[in-house]
């Protein structure tokens, strides 16, 4: 079925708000999961609705709580999310940042006791409406092994950035460190076909192509064991300068019971002017974008979602019927 | 042959003094590639010496640079090479990234008109003495297609990241972003012998087995475009913010002719106790380290360099013969 963005944003609200998310945090979850869905992420849009509702229901996120700067110093600081679902705390997160990144040049704003982010970009769209540069890390339940091992420890931990340009959209980067989604997994496994080796390993920590099996083990990281390393990196950077849970101590989003997950997200903000400055920062990346394109077959990063949401806007969004069902009950429609 | 490390740092200091060098900064490359070779990264050891002797006499790189902070604003700041060699440049901007972390809880340090770096996890080793959390970022000349291309256009581009512990080894996180080192296909090429699809592409922008033509051509990025898309992260925070040349703008460090290749390099300094507080990240990376050695099979990343450095300040370094030879050669015994 197709919904004008209006309306998939109020049903979203309206489910969130019935399952007992406060006004702001429904309000400011249902853009980013609308502007998910309108970009062409629907596995980061509506779908989410059913799981978060759900979550709020069983206590594993708090729809009252409310967001604040617990700690601070110059262009550091820690945002508790209080358990809440995760956009307010990221979006105030950012905002702290921006204004500090002016202020000192640079700031990175950690946010702990939080919950899934939706799509890593998002959260830097003010960034680069600001003329700055920003990198958003988050870790999620533990989904890949460490280099090396077998057991799933790090999660498949988002890194995001966006560079603005002078004229034209901003470059915007975003990709989790799995060789590729587990969403991927999930249909070879439905279809009972086979995934090709280096996608997952199964329960014993075996090589497999046995979708299943994968299932029941864990995703290998890109790249091997240099993808394993960045999972580290960004599972350090999220968590223990944040004090947030691990991947391996945080229940799957993708069950209605389990524990708050208590996860963390860091940000980083770095106002280009405290360096090279504004024009010399512009001047650099137009060169890097004009060889770019110069090279048959390459599209700058973030154009096929800016794309799509543009079209979104004019002809709203495609979900499935059923999805659609269960929007309106949700919503109490 | 067989060097003591005192012997070789020796050696390296008069090569690189009678090529041009100011004696700080001799001392400063010297210690690097000595470190280096003991951890058993030989390709970024005493093997450079030559290389940068040659740069520094065909003006290259200008031995007699100072480098100097000619940019800050609160954490951020510009470091500015001057076109020397980059080991005391960074050792400027990392030593004041800590500083001004302690003040302001993050900083971001930028050189530019820079060189080669070296192995970039040795810049953060200050940073973890400190307790400090640290990144380095550098570009260097172009190997590797953007996502979807056929011509090279980024570096390789190292990511490196220091995590200090309580007790025990900081965690040394160091990789750049191909799939494999160029030195692996060169190797190939010397022997005749083919190198598995996805290390590198041809002239042509067309996936290769042929060795040679892979010298020819482009390196592949580390798990298709995710890599390459990190690439093009690190590109833009090491050049775009600092004003700094692209990779596909600097000439090869591995010819002796050629411009000054004016790379950049950014790091990246955070306070813990700005954030979550020491206690709690100590603790925080505590857990995840026992939860990665309770996996059979993990090591945790560093360990082998760290081992191996040990062994070197007990036993000496062994180098080539003809490595022996040349550096004795450049430093006039």
Redesign the interface.
């Known amino acids: 079925m197709r919904l004008g963005l209006h309306e998939a944003r109020s049903l979203a609200v309206q489910a969130l708000v019935r399952a007992g998310a406060g006004d702001a945090m429904a309000a400011s979850t249902a853009d980013a999961l609308v502007e998910a869905e309108a970009q062409g992420l629907s596995s980061h849009g509506l779908s989410r609705i059913g799981q978060y509702a759900a979550h709020l229901r069983n206590g594993r996120a708090d729809g009252s709580a409310v967001a604040a700067v617990v700690?601070?110093?110059?262009?550091?600081?820690?945002v508790d999310a209080r358990c809440g679902l995760a956009f307010p705390a990221c979006a105030l997160a950012v905002a702290e940042a921006i204004a500090r990144a002016g202020?000192?040049?640079?700031?990175?704003a950690?946010v702990?006791n939080s919950h899934h982010f939706g799509v890593a970009a998002h959260h830097l769209v003010p960034v680069a409406r600001s003329g700055m540069?920003g990198?958003a890390f988050g870790n999620s339940p533990a989904a890949m092994?460490?280099?090396?091992?077998?057991?799933p420890?790090f999660g498949t931990n988002p890194?995001a950035?966006v560079?603005p340009r002078r004229a034209g959209a901003p470059?915007v980067?975003d990709?989790s460190?799995s060789?590729v989604a587990r969403g991927k997994v999930m249909v070879a496994a439905k279809q009972g076909k086979p995934i090709p080796l280096g996608w997952a390993l199964d329960r014993e920590g075996r090589p497999t192509t046995d979708a299943q099996a994968a299932l029941d083990g864990s995703m290998l990281p890109?790249?091997?064991s240099?993808?394993a390393?960045?999972a580290?990196?960004v599972?350090?950077?999220a968590?223990?300068?944040?004090?947030?849970a691990?991947g391996?101590e945080a229940d799957s989003f993708f069950v209605d019971e389990g524990n708050r997950p208590r996860i963390g997200q860091a940000f980083?903000v770095?106002?280009?002017?405290?360096?090279?400055?504004g024009d010399?920062?512009y001047a650099?990346?137009d060169?890097?974008v004009a060889?770019?394109l110069a090279?048959?077959?390459?599209?700058l990063?973030g154009a096929r979602r800016d794309a799509l949401a543009e079209a979104a806007l004019r002809d709203g969004i495609e979900i499935p019927d059923a999805l659609g069902a269960q929007l309106r009950k949700l919503a109490g429609g």
Do not use: H, N, Q, W
């Open positions: 700690r601070s110093r110059g262009g550091a600081l820690l202020e000192f040049g640079v700031s990175l950690g702990t540069v990198l092994p460490a280099a090396g091992g077998k057991r420890i890194i950035a560079f470059l980067i990709l460190l060789e890109m790249g091997g240099k993808g390393m960045l580290l990196v599972e350090l950077l968590c223990a300068l944040t004090g947030a691990m391996f980083l770095i106002d280009p002017a405290a360096l090279a400055g010399a920062y650099r990346v060169a890097l060889v770019m090279d048959d077959g390459v599209r990063p």
